[in-house]
């Protein structure tokens, strides 16, 4: 056994899953509120990704500001994207309503592929040190910064949808739209908040994993692997959506340590999550912490 | 489906049942069927390789997006994991022939039932799950497949993928595009009329009633279980068996050809073609697969007033395939067969539009 090794991927498999927790939470945010399913998420955190990399190394922005504006440019690209392209799906049955947003992706991931290129880009250094050590143990100063960011991020998460007006009107248009829209919440409103917000994230998420590897359009896998994260989580939980993208993050290191050690099948870190997925939709479809769907005639 | 009426000539009543499930609606839309397909059988003796590799192509994507309509259009479940079952026909008929020495001609149908086997395997799920939770299974089902093929030398040839021998029938080497295209246009027709008869028969209407409403047709007592099964297996069926044609037409299967793209890009035919309608998975594919050659002109053409363009071409085409999927899901979402059908009602109601 080789226990660094396994130590270090234990590390990994954190990091990395809290930021697939973040992702899936976007995901979750958006199927909650609005019944979609975004399947062009990877795309919008590799384009918030790509849009903070034009305005540093293009724009020449200094970091803190180009962060800002990606920001600020993915939030209306969300609602642009929620008005022009799901508002006139909305009450059409769910084939429509996925594959328009694969259509989506599909048109980004082109979109992307021509504007920017199909190489990874660096992001300039953007601390001054590499490395912090924490307890003896030398962690890479991005790492920390993602560990920082996705745990604070799930705390707004948490205050938003707790304590604040739109967090609320938001969880009642989830539990019921019409009960929502007779009590005056404008559900188109809410509609666009939820993609705003989801976007946005998804930038955050898009320009910390730039930070920790590079920018590039192969990225756009994470918007596959939250999949695997959701179903564990259950589709409609935003903590299950955390507790499943930290799952699937540990996991996919776990099988990949396991079978670089004993089994040398390869490849195992992709697919392992899959084989996982569909164990857990044949015995529990609506996941750990999801809502069981009960039909009644 | 659609909410068209379809216009009959004056004086057509079905006065039985068995008017009312014939396989042509009238007779002049039979002898055009009839006609066509003759004009098909003397194509290649006319047009030139070019035509011919195109027609050949969208005969064997046609038996594939076939496939996945009766899976999606006609029983309403979600797939997008069916390049997988595609690329599985390929290589299983490749590998049925490298093993066994069979002829490829039975090879070929082999390999079909080979894949529907594979199709109901990862159809379980099914029994359970729908909508969402099902998309995403079958996505699960891609990516392992997909897994497989890549590590599964004995099968695939692993990364370097395995040959496929050309079709040889009673003696005749089917070397060259033109005789190719017999054995396409046999199993094209060979599957849409399958599919027809599938359609008018009692397990294609409980096939239809899953979709429309699963828990009355389950009252009814339509096995959703089985039913669901079937309609992945029967699906899977023409996936493998297009998978074989394609394999035998390049002569060579690797594993970059059956990505999740190419999933999308049968689901993008059938929707743009018209769900649950036979006629319409031909038009979708013809749409999808003529589509990049339109582009490709279309951005030359542009070329010369924006230079950029010439080297976004291979973008363009593929931005082409999601900006269609989403306009015809905004403006057209039930596919060309219902523009189709509004233009003839249109034509037979002229002047009174209404």
């Known amino acids: 056994m080789n226990w660094d090794l396994l130590f270090q991927l234990l590390i990994n498999g954190l990091i990395v899953g809290m930021l697939y927790g973040v992702v899936a939470m976007c995901f979750v945010l958006i199927y909650k509120s609005t019944q979609v399913v975004n399947f062009a998420q990877g795309e919008f955190l590799v384009l918030g990704a790509w849009v903070c990399w034009f305005f540093i190394m293009k724009m020449q922005l200094p970091f803190v500001l180009a962060f800002l504006f990606a920001m600020a440019f993915m939030t209306i690209f969300g609602i642009i994207v929620q008005m022009v392209v799901l508002r006139p799906l909305i009450g059409e049955p769910i084939i429509s309503v996925i594959m328009v947003t694969i259509g989506l992706s599909i048109f980004m991931q082109a979109l992307m592929n021509w504007m920017f290129g199909n190489s990874a880009e660096r992001f300039p250094a953007v601390f001054g040190e590499n490395t912090v050590s924490i307890g003896g143990l030398q962690v890479e100063t991005a790492y920390l910064m993602s560990l920082v960011l996705s745990v604070l991020v799930m705390g707004l998460f948490y205050y938003f949808f707790k304590f604040s007006r739109y967090g609320l009107a938001m969880r009642a248009t989830a539990y019921n739209q019409q009960v929502a829209q007779s009590l005056g919440i404008s559900v188109k409103q809410v509609f666009s908040m939820a993609w705003a917000i989801s976007a946005l994230v998804s930038c955050i998420a898009g320009v910390v994993l730039g930070l920790v590897n590079a920018v590039s359009n192969s990225l756009a896998i994470i918007g596959i692997k939250v999949f695997p994260a959701v179903i564990v989580g259950g589709l409609d939980s935003i903590i299950g959506a955390v507790v499943g993208g930290v799952i699937i993050g540990v996991l996919e290191n776990m099988a990949e340590f396991v079978d670089g050690q004993f089994l040398h099948i390869g490849n195992m870190y992709t697919v392992a999550p899959f084989y996982v997925l569909i164990i857990i939709l044949m015995i529990r479809p609506y996941g750990l912490f999801g809502t069981k769907d009960i039909e009644r005639i | ?354």
């Open chain 2, 1 to 354: 489906m659609s909410h068209v009426p379809h216009p009959r000539p004056c004086g057509d009543f079905r006065t039985s049942y068995s008017d009312d499930t014939s396989l042509f609606r009238t007779r002049f839309e039979g002898w055009s069927i009839y006609a066509g397909i003759a004009a098909l059988l003397v194509a290649p003796l006319f047009l030139n390789d070019y035509y011919i590799s195109q027609m050949l192509m969208i005969g064997i994507f046609a038996i594939a997006a076939l496939g996945l309509n009766v899976l999606v259009g006609f029983t309403g479940q979600i797939s997008l994991g069916h390049s997988a079952f595609f690329g599985f026909g390929a290589f299983a008929s490749a590998w049925i022939n490298n093993t066994t020495g069979l002829p490829v001609f039975i090879c070929i149908p082999l390999a079909g039932i080979l894949t529907t086997a594979v199709g109901m395997i990862f159809g379980i799920p099914a029994a359970r799950l729908k909508g969402l939770y099902l998309a995403i299974a079958t996505l699960a089902s891609q990516f392992i497949l997909q897994d497989f093929f890549a590590r599964a030398d004995w099968f695939s040839g692993g990364s370097s993928g395995s040959l496929a021998e050309t079709v040889n029938f009673l003696g005749i080497e089917l070397d060259t595009d033109q005789k190719y295209f017999y054995l396409v246009l046999f199993w094209v027709i060979v599957s849409f009329l399958a599919v027809s008869n599938l359609r008018r028969s009692r397990d294609g209407r409980a096939l239809v009633a899953v979709r429309d409403h699963y828990l009355s047709a389950e009252i009814m007592g339509i096995n959703l279980t089985r039913y669901r099964i079937l309609s992945f297996g029967v699906s899977s069926f023409f996936a493998g068996l297009g998978g074989a044609l394609y394999g035998h037409y390049l002569g060579y299967v690797s594993v970059e050809g059956f990505t999740i793209l190419l999933s999308i890009q049968f689901l993008a035919m059938i929707i743009i073609g018209g769900l649950g309608s036979v006629t319409g998975s031909l038009l979708g594919t013809i749409f999808i697969m003529l589509l990049p050659q339109f582009m490709e002109e279309a951005a030359s053409a542009m070329a010369v007033v924006f230079p950029a363009m010439e080297q976004g071409k291979a973008y363009i085409k593929e931005m082409s395939v999601g900006a269609v999927i989403i306009l015809f899901l905004i403006f057209e979402p039930e596919g060309l067969i219902h523009r189709w059908r509004m233009i003839r009602a249109s034509w037979k109601l002229y002047p009174f539009s209404h």
